[in-house]
Structures are given as C-alpha cells and as structure tokens.
C-alpha cells in the first residue's frame, strides 16, 4: 500500500498540531484543532489552507486556446489576459470529468487547475483532445505549490506581503508579482464563499510564503485551516464537489451549471452532441439545497423521500451541520418536478424519517 505523499509544508502542519488524512493520494491537514473554529474565522477574519494537491497543467502555443475549446465545455479562447473561468472537462456521453479553473496566464499560455484525484484523468485526456492543434499540455503540478487566504480579511493580509495592487486585482483575474519577495501567481480566487486568494509558488518557497502570510494576518485574526472546514465553507456556498455534486454519471445541466456550456463553438467540444441531447430531453434530476428542521444532518448517500408516499425521490451528496446558520444543511438530487423551493421532504437518516425542507442555492452569500 503506498502512503499519501507529503505536501512542502508537511513540516509546517505537523508543527501546528495537524490532524492529518489520506486525500486523493496526499497526506492533508484536517484540522488544527476546532474544525468550527477554523470555518468561522474564514467567515469573520481569515483563515491559510494548504492546497498543494490540487493539479495544474499548462497549455502552452498559437493554438492553445483553440485546443481548450476543443477540449472543455466552455470557450477558454475568449479569456482575456490575467483572467479566469470555472469550466468542466465531459466525457463524449456528458458526464463530467472534472471540473476546472482555467486562467489565461498570458496570449498562448494558460493554466488548468484540476481536482488532486481527477488530475491523472485530466492531463491525458487534454493531451489526446489537443492533438492535431499547435499547443502543448504538460503536467505541471509538480511544479507548483498552492496557499489560499480567505475571509473578509484576506485582501488587507495579502497586500501587506505582496508588490502587487491587490485593490485592482478583480474577482477571477491572476497576476504574476511577488509574495515576501518569491515570485508567485497571485489569484483573487476560491472555494469558501467568501473574498480570498491563491498564491502558486515554487514547493521550495511554500513555507516561506506560508510564514510571511501568517505573521501579516497575526494581527487581523487569521489562524491556519483544514480540509474539514474547507468542505462546510463550501457546502454553505453552494459549491459542488466532484465524487458528490459531480460525477461521470452527471451532466452540468443536473448540476446547474449549463451556463458554463458553450455550443457556439467552431470545432465544437468533446460531449457537445450527448450534452445537446440532455438539454432538448429535460434534467433527469435537479440539484437542490436542504435544511433540516431537526438536529440529525442528511449525510451522502441518504435517500430523500417523499413524506405524502414514503417513495423515493432524490439522493443526498453532501450534508453537514451548518456552524453558520447553525443547522443541518445538505445539497441533494431530487426529481425536477419538486426541485421547488419550500416543498417538504424527509431524509432517511440511520432507518428514520427526518423532516427537511427545499430551499435555493447557496445557504450562504458573502455581505
């Protein structure tokens, strides 16, 4: 059995008191200590993960954007310099590979950030699309070491260490620039719901910018955070997981992110015929939001049924207790024909029926 590979700032974590688990392959800090804790400093002040598993391959040549068009659902060619997109990677059936960020780092050269485990299908995948185009994609990902700020504080944090204008620097743009004098990309991007940003630098510097940025949020509150409260941040904000909110066995459109879809392409776009198919058919199924009335949270995998028949009418993907709004919520697929907001369910919850109720997408919306 091989053991999780060690992020550059293993060391770092164990220093802090890091509760540690095997995720995708890396050896990840759960905790420091209070998972709660953790989740609402990143709501109130800040908090520092460490994201150093996920994949970055870059796309390199005249005809790189054409080949990400190509390759993805979305239309990376029309990415303005130092911009980004959420986008998927389908298969031919429509089922979602993966879904990405890519950012156009400069006129023929971008950078496609994939989840830590879908990374060995992505790479090859985006090999075998881009061929036949003038582009290259190589697996960077060893390359890079990855630091995320987030919290209504971050920017103050981040621009006391940074030569960069964080002020200008908008939601989903990149910029090249230092951190406490390392060279980084430096991107107003996340996964928590709140403003934050994700320094990718060399794995030999990461623990130097983890310092730096550490002792610049001293003073504003920001305290190291885990996977644990990474995965309620984003629960609360609405944000789909790929192995729960996404699979192969799901299409963008069941998700809600058919907007990221673009059909108008001229080589069209691996999956465009089954993906054209799904959306003149109907959704199969709708995703919702749920919050529970009792203290019991839907977990993945709990079936959701109807509480006038007792049929089954949807499957939990992700459910946790909310340390915001201070309840179990969860996201779940349910038939599109109650996918409405106040409609009353259950979920099954260990052989018991617990009552829930549909609401909108996010639980959560930053001021």
Known sequence: MTSPVPTPLHAIHQSLGASFTDFAGWSMPVRYGSETAEHHAVRTTAGLFDLSHMG????????????????????????????????????????????????????????????????????PALVERADGYDAVVHDASA????????????????????????????????????????????????????????????????????????????????????????????????MPLYGHELSRETTPFEAGLGRVVSFDKPDGFVGDAALAARREEGLRSTLVGLVATGRRSPRAGYAVVDPATGDEIGIVTSGSPSPTLGRPIAMAYVRPELAVSGTKVQVVVRGSHEDAEIVDLPFYSKK
């Open 56 to 123: 970055e391959i870059e796309v390199t040549g005249p005809e790189a954007g054409r080949a990400l068009d190509r390759a993805l659902v979305g239309r990376p060619s029309k990415i303005g310099l130092g911009r980004a997109r959420y986008s998927m990677i389908c298969a031919e059936d429509g089922g979602i590979i993966d879904d990405l960020v890519v950012y156009r780092l400069e006129e023929e050269r971008y950078l496609v950030v994939a989840n830590a485990s879908n990374v060995v299908v992505v790479a």
């Open 143 to 238: 390359q890079w070491a990855l630091i995320a700020v987030q919290g209504p504080v971050s920017a103050q944090i981040v621009a006391a260490v940074t030569d960069l204008d964080v002020p200008t620097l908008r939601y989903y743009a990149i910029d090249a620039g230092k951190v406490a004098g390392i060279d980084v990309l430096l991107a107003r991007t996340g996964y928590t719901g709140e403003d934050g940003f994700e320094v990718y630098c060399a794995p030999a510097s990461a623990a130097d910018a983890w310092d730096a940025i550490t002792e610049a949020g001293e003073p504003h509150g920001l305290i190291p955070a885990g996977l644990a409260c990474r995965d309620t941040l984003r629960l609360e904000a609405g």
